[in-house]
């Protein structure tokens, strides 16, 4: 489930068990507070840690606490964090698949697990780890990833305008770049660009003021990886795939962006060499002229034959990303590899 469809659950009658995981903290602690909202529960709710206890401790907590009967005949809203799933054994799981069982007979109580990437590993959508597969069928689960730049945007330049202090598409692009895709950090610069341009009279935010203002933050994504196999630096390319593995990108994704960059390339080395200029080949692939400019540099070291063979490595990849057993990273490792052995082809 998304975050979307887990909003609009929220204006129903809605109980149960819910799972969240992923990196987007923001967006979690948004909706665990509209669904404690939701509940009504004149309590507040209840909250409590499972670190130091066993799974098995921490359901018979909740089941407790779930069967107190409401003295105002609100929903009952229970959240549970940091509990220590890797050390669950056999017997822990067997409790937690009774408890939940047990805990949706119950329509008047809304229990979430809240989990943290640090400590609770998801694996990937085509290959989710077998703690998650056993929870995903036993609770409600709900993704909170990143979002990609293009929202990011929009969010950005609703929340200023929420603000009465206007940024326009280029600055809200800018804010992503500089300070990365963490809705925490880029809403404390949403506050701290407010007050600024505030206080110094006006009502704009500029791309200046992020610079005077807001903290840098190197983030390492999809752009990077593009950018170190179009330069050639495999030191820089592998380096970033580690990041991105142990960040849990989506291997699928990786590719992708590996397949669209040889794909531009082979589109610019052949359109090139039939004489056409840089303008032109901006204007008849829709690649912005300044990408096309590094593209024509890079494929002048390269061969066309290599290009082609690149390609055909990048479809192979794809073929077994999609079909075999094999791990995907491993794929992804040896799919470089070969990629720039494929410059040495003339």
């Known amino acids: 489930m998304t975050p979307t469809e887990f909003g609009k659950l929220i204006k129903t009658d809605f109980h149960g068990v819910f799972l969240f995981y992923g990196e987007e903290q923001y967006l979690k602690q948004h909706y665990l507070n509209l669904a404690k909202k939701a509940c009504g529960d004149s309590t507040g709710g209840m909250a409590f840690s499972g670190e130091g206890q066993s799974l098995s401790s921490v359901c018979q907590t909740v089941i407790e606490t779930a069967s107190m009967p409401s003295m105002d005949m609100s929903k009952r809203f229970i959240n549970i964090y940091d509990v220590e799933w890797k050390k669950a054994s056999e017997d822990d799981f067997a409790f937690f698949e009774d408890c939940v069982s047990t805990l949706k007979d119950y329509d008047d109580v809304v229990v979430i697990f809240d989990t943290r990437p640090e400590t609770f590993d998801v694996g990937t959508e085509k290959k989710p780890t077998k703690t998650f597969s056993r929870i995903d069928k036993l609770v409600t689960t709900v993704g909170f990833i990143k979002e990609s730049p293009a929202k990011l945007a929009l969010w950005i330049q609703k929340h200023f305008s929420a603000s009465k202090v206007s940024a326009d598409t280029n600055v809200c692009n800018m804010l992503v770049r500089y300070c990365g895709r963490d809705m925490t950090t880029l809403n404390n610069e949403i506050i701290k660009l407010t007050a600024y341009v505030l206080q110094n009279g006006r009502n704009a935010v500029t791309e200046a003021d992020i610079h005077t203002v807001s903290s840098m933050v190197n983030e390492i994504d999809a752009f990077d990886f593009s950018n170190a196999i179009i330069s050639g630096d495999s030191e820089r390319a592998f380096s970033i795939l580690t990041d991105m ?21 082979y589109t610019v080395k052949i359109l090139s060499e039939s004489g056409l200029m840089k303008q032109d080949i901006a204007k008849k692939t829709g690649i912005h002229e300044y990408r096309t400019s590094i593209y024509l540099n890079r494929v002048k070291k390269l061969s066309k034959n290599g290009l082609q063979k690149a390609l055909s490595l990048c479809h192979e990849a794809d073929l077994k990303i999609k079909s075999s057993n094999f791990d995907s990273y491993n794929i992804l490792d040896i799919l470089l590899i070969k990629l720039f052995m494929t410059e040495r082809l003339k």
């Open 245 to 265: 593995k142990l960040h849990k990108e989506a291997p699928e994704v990786i590719l992708g962006s590996i397949m669209k960059t040889y794909s531009e390339m």
